[in-house]
C-alpha cells in the first residue's frame, strides 16, 4: 500500500536541486536512416549548393568567399560552392571546444557526448499565471537571467530570454549583454545584427571575464546564432556579425529555418536537403573567414499546420528530424544544435508532451547544444515563467537519466531479498534504510502525494506549483558580483558607447 506523505514535503521551502555540472550522454545515438541514405541527404544538399547556390546579402561576405575559391554569379549575390570546397573548408571546423563562463566552474564543453543545455531564447512577449502575457521589458529580462543562473539545469544563455522592449534598440544590446554579464556567471550570448552590436557584446564578455583582447581569441567565451533566412538566403546584417566573431575566434551557430511545407520542401528528407545546405553554406563561410574557428551545426526543421500555416514544434517529424541531424552533424564531425521547442499556447499539457518529444529528440540524436531549453512557448513567440520550472524538471529528469544504475554486489540485492523472504515488504529493509535517501531520483516539482493529501493540500496543479518556485527562487536570488575593477571597466565601456549613440537600427 502507498503511504500518505506529509502535507509539507513539496513545500517551495524544501526546493532542491541536484548539484551543478555539465552531463554527458553515454548512450549510441539512435539513427533513423541508413548510411546510404544519409549519404544521399549529403549529395543531394551539395548538388544544390553547387547548382543552385545561396544569396549571400552581405558584399563584405561575398568579397571573403570570393578570395577563397567560392563561384560568385553576376548579380554580386549568387553564391555557388563546389562541393570539393565546402568539404575541404568544413574539415579545419572543431569537433570539440570548451565555451568560456565567468570562472572555471563555469567553463562548458562543446561536442562529443557532452551537451549544453539553455533558456529560451528571442522571445518577444512574457508570461506567468499572475499577469498573463505582456511585452517583452527589461525588468523580466533580468529575472529570466536571474532564474538562469540559479537553476543548476541550464549551462549557458542562447539569447535574450525576453526582448527587453523598452529599451531603445540603438543602445538595447549595450543594456542587456552587460546586465546578463553581471547577472550571470555562465558563458553569454550576443545577437549577431551587423558588426557594431557584435563587436560590443564581444567586448563587454571579454571585460567581464577580466581577460585581455590576446587570452579571448584563444578562450571562446560567447555565442551567437545565424539563421538562414530559407529557402537560400543569409541576410546582411547576420553574416556581418558572423564575420567578427569568426574574426575573434568565437562560435557561431548557423542554423537554417527549415519548416517543411513553407520554407522547405513538405517532405521531411527534402527539407533536410535544404537545411543541410544552408547550414553547411554557413560553416563553409566561418572557415573561409578563419580556418579553425568554432562553430555548430544548427538543426532546426520542423513542419507547419498545413491546415493554418501555423509552426508546429515537437512534432514527430520535427523528432526525426532533429535525430537525422545528429547523423549528418556527426558525418562532418561538427557539434549539433538543436531546441527544446513546443507550439503551445500555454504553459500546459500541451506545451510538456511537446517538448518532451523535443527532448528524447536532443537526447537520441546525441545533440550538443540545446536551445530555447527553459521557458519557450508559443512557437517560441512567449518565454514562460512556469515553464522555465517545468521543463527545468524535465531537463533534471533527462539528466538523471543519462547516469546508468550501477550493477554489482550492494545493488544486486540478494541479501536484502533474502533478509526479507516472501510475502513481506521491503520498506524496513536495511539495504532501503542505507539508501532511501540518495537512491531515487528527487523531484523539483512533481507531486508524489495519494490523492488525498494532494487535495487537502489545496489541489494544485504542477503550473501552480511551478509559480510559487520561481517566486522563491528570485527572493533567494544572489547577484555573483564583479570585481569592482572589472565593474568599474564594464560600466564605463557601456556608458561612452551609449554616449556615441549605441548602433543604429538595421
Known amino acids: 500500500m502507498r503511504r500518505g506523505r506529509s502535507k509539507n514535503v513539496r513545500e517551495v521551502t524544501n526546493f532542491q536541486q541536484a548539484p551543478y555540472g555539465q552531463k554527458k550522454n553515454p548512450f549510441q545515438p539512435m539513427s533513423i536512416f541508413s548510411e546510404d541514405e544519409i549519404e544521399s541527404i549529403h549529395q543531394a544538399s551539395l548538388k544544390v549548393l553547387c547548382d543552385t547556390g545561396m544569396d549571400i546579402q552581405s558584399p563584405r561576405a561575398v568579397e571573403i568567399l570570393k578570395r577563397e575559391g567560392a563561384m560568385i554569379g553576376g548579380d554580386g549575390r549568387r553564391v555557388r560552392f563546389d562541393p570539393d570546397f565546402v568539404m575541404e573548408k568544413i574539415s ?10 565567468r570562472y572555471k566552474e563555469r567553463h562548458v564543453h562543446v561536442g562529443g557526448q557532452s551537451f549544453i543545455n539553455t533558456m529560451v531564447s528571442s522571445a518577444p512577449n512574457v508570461s506567468d499565471l499572475d499577469r498573463g502575457r505582456i511585452l517583452g521589458n527589461f525588468e523580466d529580462y533580468s529575472n529570466l537571467i536571474r532564474l538562469g543562473e540559479i537553476l543548476n539545469t541550464v549551462h549557458a544563455l542562447g539569447g535574450y530570454p525576453v526582448e527587453p522592449c523598452d529599451l531603445d534598440v540603438r543602445e538595447r544590446h549595450l543594456h542587456a549583454v552587460s546586465a546578463a554579464a553581471r547577472l550571470s556567471t555562465k558563458p553569454l550570448f550576443g545577437y549577431a545584427i551587423g558588426s557594431e552590436r557584435m563587436l560590443d ?31 537560400l538566403v543569409y541576410d546582411k546584417a547576420l553574416m556581418e556579425g558572423a564575420i567578427e566573431m569568426a574574426e575573434h575566434n568565437q562560435p557561431v551557430i548557423y542554423t537554417p529555418f527549415t519548416l517543411a511545407g513553407a520554407m522547405a520542401p513538405i517532405t521531411v528528407a527534402g527539407a533536410l536537403v535544404q537545411q543541410n545546405a544552408e547550414s553547411l553554406a554557413g560553416l563553409t ?42 547523423q549528418l552533424a556527426r558525418k562532418y564531425k561538427i557539434p549539433l544544435r ?11 499539457e500541451q506545451s510538456v508532451y511537446e517538448s518532451q518529444m523535443s527532448l528524447w529528440a536532443c ?12 521557458g519557450w512557448i508559443e512557437g517560441g513567440l512567449c518565454a514562460s515563467y512556469e515553464k522555465v520550472i517545468l521543463d527545468a524538471e524535465m531537463s533534471q529528469m533527462m539528466e ?21 523472504g516472501p510475502a513481506a515488504h521491503f520498506f524496513a529493509a536495511q539495504q532501503t534504510l542505507d539508501r532511501y535517501e540518495t537512491e531515487h531520483y528527487n523531484p523539483l516539482l512533481s507531486d508524489w502525494r495519494n490523492f488525498e493529501s494532494w487535495r487537502d493540500a489545496g489541489s494544485e496543479t504542477a503550473s501552480q506549483r511551478a509559480n510559487k518556485i520561481w517566486k ?35
Do not use: W
Request: glycine fraction near 8%.
Open 338 to 348: 538543436a531546441s527544446n521547442a513546443n507550439a503551445s499556447n500555454a504553459a500546459d
Open 201 to 231: 557584446a564581444i567586448e563587454i564578455v571579454r571585460i567581464s571575464r577580466g581577460i585581455d583582447q590576446e587570452t579571448l581569441l584563444k578562450e571562446p567565451s560567447i555565442t551567437t546564432v545565424v539563421n538562414a533566412n530559407s529557402p
Open 472 to 506: 522563491q527562487l528570485l527572493a533567494d536570488y544572489k547577484e555573483p558580483k564583479l570585481a569592482s575593477e572589472v565593474e568599474e571597466e564594464l560600466s564605463s565601456f557601456v556608458d561612452k558607447r551609449v554616449s556615441e549613440g549605441g548602433a543604429p537600427p538595421l
Open 92 to 101: 579545419t571546423t572543431p569537433s570539440e571546444f570548451t565555451l568560456h563562463g
Open 363 to 374: 537526447l537520441l540524436g546525441q545533440v550538443n547544444f540545446i536551445l530555447h531549453g527553459h
Open 285 to 326: 563561410f566561418h572557415q573561409c573567414v578563419n580556418p579553425g574557428a568554432p562553430a555548430i551545426y544548427g538543426s532546426f526543421t520542423s513542419n507547419v499546420d498545413m491546415k493554418s500555416g501555423s509552426p508546429a514544434f515537437g512534432t514527430p517529424e520535427y523528432t526525426q528530424a532533429t535525430i537525422v541531424s545528429g
Open 400 to 420: 538523471a537519466f543519462l547516469t546508468p544504475s550501477p550493477v554489482n554486489k550492494d545493488t544486486l540485492g540478494v541479501e536484502a531479498i533474502a533478509e526479507v
